[in-house]
């Protein structure tokens, strides 16, 4: 079925490195994703979010990177910090305002 | 701004008690609400989709008459999960549409539900 989902399940990054998290997708259709953030017994927090007729878009510290040709999102993230460590899931919005989100991929700080 | 609130953040209950979780929008108008139940290192579910005024859209496989939702105003809509079975017991997060552009869903910190 078309789904969003993650290709890494867990990342491991250095404090200071730059962070990518990968998300691939499979349903043409989706015109608007977003990046969330979920700390341990939290909810979701927005980070970013892209249309589809853009292919980057940057924040605070946060780029998002949108590849329409092979279905594929990206969120960087620079000089990664320990407040950092989360799951990450990329979703997709299909112009029915539901979102579909990816299995989410931890990322973890080392000091 | 786009701040989303839930009540309680947990609940311990009985078997085949209700319990009632409350999502409010604090600082906007929601157009739309979701709720969503997501499990141990798992991704979240949407469970069903409520609009003020009008009846909630359930996704395939959530019991309606289980999992009662009330979407009382723009800012206030209730989850009832009814007669609870341990089974039930999960995370239940909350979230709240608002136009920027498109429609974007911003997530309450969720409430945490052990049925025993």
């Known amino acids: 079925g078309e789904s969003v989902g993650l290709h890494l399940p867990t990342l491991s990054v250095q404090e200071g490195d730059n962070s990518i998290i990968n998300c691939a997708y499979s349903?043409?259709?989706?015109?608007?994703f977003i990046w969330y953030k979920q700390e341990s017994g939290k909810g979701p927090q927005f980070i970013i979010d892209i249309r589809s007729n853009m292919d980057k878009r940057q924040g605070q510290r946060v780029t998002v990177l949108l590849n329409k040709t092979v279905k594929h999102l990206s969120l960087q993230i620079a000089a990664t910090q320990p407040g950092d460590s989360a799951v990450y899931f990329c979703a997709e919005n299909k112009n029915d305002y539901k979102l579909s989100f990816g299995a989410g991929t931890t990322v973890t700080v080392r000091a | 701004g786009a701040v989303v609130s839930q009540h309680p953040s947990w609940v311990i209950c009985k078997s085949g008690t209700s319990v009632k979780i409350e999502c409010r929008s604090l600082?906007?108008?929601?157009?739309?609400m979701f709720w969503y139940r997501q499990f141990p290192k798992q991704s979240l579910m949407l469970m069903a989709t409520?609009?003020?005024?009008?009846?909630?859209?359930?996704e395939q496989g959530v019991e309606k008459d289980k999992f009662l939702i009330n979407h009382a105003s723009l800012t206030l809509s209730t989850l009832t999960v009814t007669s609870a079975h341990p089974e039930d017991s999960s995370f239940y997060i909350c979230s709240a549409g608002t136009y920027r552009g498109q429609e974007t869903q911003y997530f309450g910190p969720g409430t945490r539900l052990l049925v025993l």
């Open positions: 349903n043409s259709a989706s015109d608007y």
């Open positions: 600082d906007f108008q929601a157009t739309t």
């Open positions: 409520s609009n003020e005024g009008s009846k909630a859209t359930y």
